[in-house]
């Protein structure tokens, strides 16, 4: 399925609880003219703290350079847990161009400024060392909400997200997600364009305010959405769903989620990416591969030797 644009936000390289399983699956299946990675690709905080990559990551990034030499743009905008590429702002990583913002023009003529959100943050603005424990106790609260669901399978029920029910409570209280939309639109209102489009906290969304249309893509921690354009200019929000362990054939299913005509992608293993991943066509990334301690294929690409300098 080709769109015209695709929006993805808050991947969090570096962190174990990254889905890059499944947005290797959704990238597979969808392709656009225009890719945005609208902040936090990378966690360089986790990965200062404990240096965590996995094969996939690697596999991920020559996905999206592939995508660049052929017929995407794609833009890199650096959020707070990538921060450390502010230094590198217009600097091309190949065809890559980083920002830490841009305005995309849509096809129907709508202009909208992205960025990833952080800068709206209280907890960036003011303290930086509160908004780092933060992380630190979402992460905690994921992993807890790893066992919870497990428990929950082998009793019969369905997935419930405890960190988006905690988050969502605990943020509510003090009207943090109205008070950061109002601040990002805000800001689209006072340069007079039509809508913005951010990430950053973790919940996909449109909606119209005021003049100014709302649009979150989401992340791909737990939620793994994306925002998309399709070709006649119109917005929508896709959820796909992780890769099964089993196979199985036919096209995305559509499901009756919080978004109208969201997406969940076909149950399929995670080998299934594309043949070419990782493969000899994007050689310049990476170094020879050597056995890993569990006799496991690794890498170590130009990129994961870069954050090692700068992190």
Not at 32 to 53: A, C, F, P, T
Not at 154 to 169: D, E, I, M, P, Q
Not at 216 to 231: H, K, P, R
């Amino acid at each position: 399925m080709t769109f015209r644009s695709i929006w993805i936000s808050d991947i969090h390289l570096g962190s174990k609880h990254a889905q890059v399983d499944a947005l290797l699956d959704f990238l597979k299946h969808h392709d656009s003219q225009h890719l945005y990675i609208v902040g936090d690709l990378v966690d360089g905080w986790e990965l200062k703290r404990r240096w965590y990559w996995r094969d996939e990551y690697n596999v991920l990034l020559q996905k999206i350079l592939r995508k660049s030499r052929k017929d995407t743009r794609v833009t890199l905008i650096y959020g707070n847990h990538d921060e450390f590429l502010e230094n590198f702002a217009g600097v091309r990583f190949g065809s890559v161009r980083l920002v830490e913002r841009c305005v995309h023009t849509g096809a129907d003529g709508r202009r909208y400024l992205i960025l990833h959100g952080h800068q709206f943050d209280g907890l960036v603005g003011f303290n930086r060392l509160l908004e780092k424990v933060g992380s630190r106790i979402y992460d905690w609260i994921l992993s807890l909400n790893t066992l919870f669901n497990r428990v929950r399978r082998r009793l019969g029920f369905g997935y419930w997200s405890v960190s988006a029910y905690l988050k969502f409570r605990a943020k509510s209280a003090v009207k943090y997600i109205t008070k950061f939309e109002e601040a990002v639109v805000r800001l689209a209102t006072t340069r007079g364009i039509d809508g913005v489009i951010c990430g950053h906290i973790h919940r996909a969304e449109i909606r119209q305010i005021g003049d100014t249309l709302y649009l979150n893509c989401g992340d791909w921690v737990e939620s793994c959405t994306a925002l998309v354009e399709e070709m006649d200019g119109s917005m929508r929000i896709i959820h796909w769903a992780a890769p099964k362990s089993s196979a199985s054939s036919g096209e995305p299913k559509v499901s009756n989620d919080d978004h109208e005509g969201a997406v969940r992608g076909p149950g399929r293993g995670t080998g299934s990416h594309d043949a070419g991943d990782g493969g000899g066509g994007d050689a310049p990334l990476g170094r020879p591969r050597g056995r890993g301690r569990r006799g496991r294929d690794e890498s170590q690409p130009e990129f994961a030797g870069f954050l090692r300098k700068v992190l």
